[in-house]
């Protein structure tokens, strides 16, 4: 009989922490907490939870998914780092998942949609952008001025029917399909696509599609002396 593959999925780029268990694809247990700080306190708690619901042990763990980018700079190192420690403690595969594949893998109907964009304000003007067509990429995630975005998906077909998820959706004028969601992936879905990954010959490294700002750096250095 064959076992479970039991995949650990844990997402802090964006406005939440999340953490899933999930075997063969079916969800076991899940913790989702909004929040634009604080990923750093909540995450190995929530992950100690999550484990504790699913009934699973640490040694059980087949996989670790983890969201690598686009998405806060703080935010990334605290999950990236957790998930590379407990990969390296449990001795299994770390497999990063870009935030852009993950937030469209969030979206109901994403597998069917012909197109689907998920795009993030990436403030200044500017959007963190991607483009799959059934679940598959188009190309690699871009941080574009929001003009350059504009048509960038106007030559790909994008109309008012084209659904778009994600903080940045209202800012691409592509009417009522492309308003704003939360920037909240669905660590069932990270789950989901790690299952299907081949293993990785290394560990997975964040995605900074630009450099930090001052705040951020602030942040960091805070981060760093705790």
Do not use: W
């Amino acid at each position: 009989m064959r076992s479970r593959v039991i995949v650990l999925a844990l997402d802090t780029a964006l406005d939440a922490c999340s953490v899933a268990v999930v075997a063969d694809g079916q969800p076991l247990a899940v913790r989702t907490e909004a929040m634009e700080r604080g990923h750093q306190e909540r995450l190995a708690p929530m992950v100690a939870e999550a484990m504790q619901a699913a009934g699973v042990a640490f040694a059980a763990l087949d996989r670790i998914a983890v969201t690598v980018g686009p998405g806060s700079f703080t935010g990334l190192r605290v999950g990236l780092a957790f998930a590379k420690a407990m990969s390296l403690a449990l001795g299994i595969p770390c497999l990063g998942v870009g935030t852009l594949e993950a937030l469209a893998a969030s979206a109901p109907g994403r597998k069917d949609a012909p197109l689907l964009v998920a795009a993030l304000d990436a403030r200044r003007d500017q959007l963190y952008l991607q483009a799959f067509s059934r679940a598959r990429p188009l190309g690699d995630p871009e941080n574009l001025p929001l003009e350059a975005a504009v048509e960038r998906l106007a030559g790909m077909g994008a109309d008012e029917s084209t659904p778009v998820v994600g903080s940045g959706a209202g800012l691409l004028g592509l009417g009522d399909r492309a308003q704003p969601t939360p920037d909240m992936i669905d660590p069932i879905a990270l789950a989901r696509l790690a299952a299907v990954r081949p293993k990785p010959d290394g560990r997975p490294a964040p995605m900074y599609l630009r450099a930090p700002d001052a705040r951020t750096l602030a942040e960091r250095a805070r981060i760093a002396q705790t």
